[in-house]
């Protein structure tokens, strides 16, 4: 019998849809693990086809593809390590979640995920069907149990799983970042080895896909709870777990924990690879935005920054007469800092011809919103053209007290195809730059180091600057009530009474409740963004565009 056991870990980032491409990095970690004598290695939940597939995966010709490629590499995995990958599986006309094990040329093994998650990004109850509990699989004489993701956050796989044999238990995931996640993994899989007794290795992917990111930070765990060895968050990794069978059973030698940095750090670098990798796996190499001198854009600008480089980010100042001249220094300043191409495009002409057009038609009222929005059209219609013309994707710069409470032009600022900072909100966007400027990570930064956005667009009060002397505040409460309140309201789902229980003036706390539902249609028609909370809007928060209910409390 067996007393030792090398386990590769590859906690890797694939793309979704793109089989050959995952097939191949699944190869090159096999590869890796068979150089390093492993008895198996693992990659992460649904790695053949990428996660979160949704609905692609229900998709006949698509699964029958997937199943496909994970034949194919059972076949390339002939001499060496047995190889565990996540992927579809049709039996018996049911679409399961599974997890194959490859040994010898063939699939060896197959695990079915038993509870599928039917809460915020997840849909699994949509699109797959339910495996039975079962038991462990056997890689040579060792007995392995792998609880899929969810199934690991329940009891009972796991406890079957260490009934019926198994000897340590591994858990491939596909699991998303938001602020504080990590902590709430260890905690759940620590209840799992203090239950079953069994040394637990977590195994997550990295890689952004749409609005979610997910984070890696994989660790394993000896019985009774002791970390043995964690990865980084966010980077690709590959690592040997050497098991050790003793008296009382299998041991994780200790190998490298990876220190991992604090909520805001954690969540920037969840901005900037949800850009980068939404921009390298969507096809564009380059993005654009419109630099306002505004905190907002600056922000989104430094992001791009360091997703991208500067050669790959041109920032547009399209100035009004209301453009205050601290904006086109700041604007210029910032471009300027970050080393990307700024371009100045004013908008005076092309509004006049506007205002001239729609002249028999307005003749008689008097100038309101509507004049003011054209203004933000304009913009948009510009940068679209640009857009097109060079192949340069649109990033659109709302943060999500505007985004929450319709603070921002509908097909004008709201133009675009990714808004780094839509689960921000305003007052951690200014936290944020704060945090950019005092810190610089040059292994996944390619901004400047410094003080990269300049203490004046910080420090100066926001304003959408479309009629004279205008600021925030004069349609919005300030903007740490606003927060505190939609924190309320849209994280914790809080009822008016709650909120004003809490100190909140009611007439303000409805009032924000009425600009917060009848924005639902703007939020339905504005770009994905990367998710920090659990309660980001689009797939966490779904809500109809019309809705004439209101809280009486």
């Given at each position: 019998?067996?007393?030792?056991?090398?386990?590769?870990?590859?906690?890797?980032?694939?793309?979704v849809g793109?089989?050959?491409?995952?097939?191949?990095?699944?190869?090159?970690?096999?590869?890796?693990?068979?150089?390093?004598?492993?008895?198996?290695?693992?990659?992460?939940?649904?790695?053949?086809?990428?996660?979160?597939t949704?609905?692609?995966?229900?998709?006949?010709?698509?699964h029958?593809?997937?199943?496909?490629?994970?034949?194919?590499?059972?076949?390339?995995?002939?001499?060496?390590?047995?190889?565990?990958?996540?992927?579809?599986?049709?039996?018996?006309?049911?679409?399961?979640?599974?997890?194959?094990?490859?040994?010898?040329g063939?699939i060896?093994?197959?695990?079915?995920?038993?509870?599928?998650?039917?809460?915020t990004?997840?849909?699994?109850?949509?699109v797959?069907?339910?495996?039975?509990?079962?038991?462990?699989?056997?890689?040579g004489?060792?007995?392995?149990g792998?609880?899929?993701c969810?199934?690991?956050?329940?009891?009972d796989v796991?406890?079957?799983?260490?009934?019926?044999?198994?000897?340590?238990l591994?858990?491939p995931?596909?699991?998303p970042?938001?602020?504080?996640k990590m902590?709430?993994?260890?905690?759940m899989m620590?209840?799992?080895?203090?239950?079953t007794?069994?040394?637990?290795?977590?195994?997550?992917?990295?890689?952004?896909?749409?609005?979610?990111?997910?984070?890696?930070?994989?660790?394993?765990?000896?019985?009774?709870?002791?970390?043995?060895?964690?990865l980084?968050?966010?980077?690709?990794?590959?690592?040997?777990?050497?098991?050790?069978r003793?008296?009382d059973?299998w041991?994780v030698?200790?190998?490298?924990?990876?220190?991992?940095?604090?909520?805001?750090?954690?969540?920037?670098?969840c901005?900037?690879?949800?850009?980068?990798?939404?921009c390298g796996?969507?096809?564009?190499?380059?993005?654009?935005?419109?630099?306002?001198?505004?905190?907002?854009s600056?922000?989104?600008?430094t992001?791009?920054?360091?997703?991208?480089?500067?050669?790959?980010?041109?920032c547009?100042?399209?100035?009004?007469?209301?453009?205050?001249?601290?904006?086109?220094?700041?604007?210029?300043?910032?471009?300027?800092r970050?080393?990307?191409?700024?371009?100045y495009?004013?908008?005076?002409?092309?509004?006049?011809?506007?205002?001239?057009?729609?002249a028999?038609l307005?003749?008689?009222?008097?100038?309101?919103?509507?004049?003011?929005?054209?203004?933000?059209?304009?913009r948009?219609?510009?940068?679209?053209?640009?857009s097109?013309?060079f192949?340069?994707?649109?990033?659109?710069?709302g943060?999500?007290?505007?985004?929450?409470?319709?603070?921002a032009?509908?097909?004008g600022?709201?133009?675009?195809?990714?808004n780094?900072?839509?689960?921000?909100?305003?007052?951690?966007?200014?936290?944020?730059?704060?945090?950019?400027?005092?810190?610089?990570?040059?292994?996944?930064?390619q901004?400047?180091?410094?003080?990269?956005?300049?203490?004046?667009?910080?420090d100066?009060?926001?304003s959408?600057?479309?009629?004279?002397?205008?600021?925030?505040?004069?349609?919005?409460?300030?903007?740490?009530v606003?927060?505190?309140?939609l924190?309320?309201?849209v994280?914790?789902e809080a009822?008016?009474?709650?909120?004003?229980?809490?100190g909140?003036?009611?007439a303000?706390?409805?009032?924000?409740?009425h600009?917060?539902?009848?924005?639902?249609?703007?939020r339905?028609?504005?770009?994905?963004g990367?998710r920090?909370?659990?309660?980001?809007?689009?797939?966490?928060?779904?809500?109809?565009?019309?809705?004439?209910?209101?809280?009486?409390?």
């Amino acid at each position: 019998m067996s007393d030792k056991f090398r386990l590769t870990i590859a906690q890797l980032n694939p793309t979704v849809g793109d089989l050959a491409g995952n097939a191949a990095k699944a190869l090159e970690a096999w590869e890796k693990g068979r150089e390093a004598g492993a008895d198996m290695v693992a990659l992460p939940e649904m790695f053949i086809t990428g996660y979160n597939t949704q609905d692609l995966v229900m998709k006949p010709v698509f699964h029958q593809m997937a199943m496909a490629a994970v034949e194919t590499l059972a076949a390339q995995c002939v001499d060496g390590p047995a190889l565990g990958i996540g992927g579809p599986v049709v039996e018996n006309g049911h679409l399961y979640n599974a997890y194959f094990i490859l040994k010898g040329g063939r699939i060896s093994s197959r695990v079915l995920k038993h509870h599928l998650p039917n809460e915020t990004v997840f849909d699994e109850v949509r699109v797959f069907d339910s495996g039975p509990l079962g038991g462990p699989y056997s890689v040579g004489d060792v007995r392995i149990g792998s609880p899929i993701c969810e199934d690991a956050w329940h009891e009972d796989v796991a406890e079957t799983l260490a009934e019926t044999g198994a000897e340590f238990l591994l858990v491939p995931n596909g699991s998303p970042y938001f602020r504080g996640k990590m902590e709430v993994r260890l905690n759940m899989m620590v209840a799992r080895v203090i239950e079953t007794g069994l040394p637990l290795i977590y195994l997550n992917m990295v890689g952004g896909q749409d609005d979610q990111v997910f984070d890696g930070g994989s660790f394993v765990l000896n019985p009774h709870g002791e970390l043995a060895l964690q990865l980084p968050v966010f980077d690709e990794a590959i690592a040997h777990v050497d098991l050790v069978r003793g008296p009382d059973g299998w041991r994780v030698e200790a190998g490298e924990k990876a220190h991992h940095p604090d909520d805001m750090e954690q969540d920037y670098r969840c901005m900037v690879e949800s850009l980068r990798d939404y921009c390298g796996k969507a096809g564009f190499g380059k993005v654009l935005l419109g630099l306002s001198g505004g905190i907002d854009s600056a922000l989104v600008a430094t992001i791009a920054v360091d997703a991208l480089g500067a050669e790959n980010v041109r920032c547009v100042m399209l100035p009004s007469e209301y453009t205050s001249q601290g904006s086109l220094d700041d604007a210029k300043d910032i471009a300027e800092r970050l080393g990307c191409r700024y371009d100045y495009v004013p908008i005076a002409k092309g509004r006049q011809a506007i205002t001239n057009t729609l002249a028999p038609l307005f003749d008689g009222t008097k100038p309101d919103l509507t004049e003011e929005n054209i203004q933000s059209r304009l913009r948009g219609l510009l940068l679209m053209a640009l857009s097109n013309k060079f192949g340069e994707m649109l990033l659109t710069t709302g943060n999500k007290s505007e985004v929450a409470v319709g603070y921002a032009t509908i097909y004008g600022d709201m133009a675009g195809g990714y808004n780094p900072i839509k689960d921000m909100y305003k007052t951690r966007v200014f936290d944020c730059c704060r945090w950019r400027n005092a810190n610089h990570r040059p292994d996944w930064m390619q901004g400047p180091t410094g003080e990269a956005i300049p203490v004046t667009i910080i420090d100066k009060p926001p304003s959408a600057e479309l009629r004279p002397d205008q600021k925030d505040e004069d349609s919005l409460p300030p903007y740490p009530v606003l927060d505190a309140i939609l924190t309320m309201l849209v994280d914790g789902e809080a009822s008016v009474a709650d909120c004003v229980a809490a100190g909140f003036d009611r007439a303000t706390v409805k009032r924000v409740e009425h600009l917060l539902y009848i924005s639902e249609y703007k939020r339905f028609q504005s770009a994905p963004g990367a998710r920090l909370s659990p309660r980001a809007f689009w797939l966490d928060r779904r809500y109809p565009i019309v809705n004439r209910w209101r809280d009486p409390s």
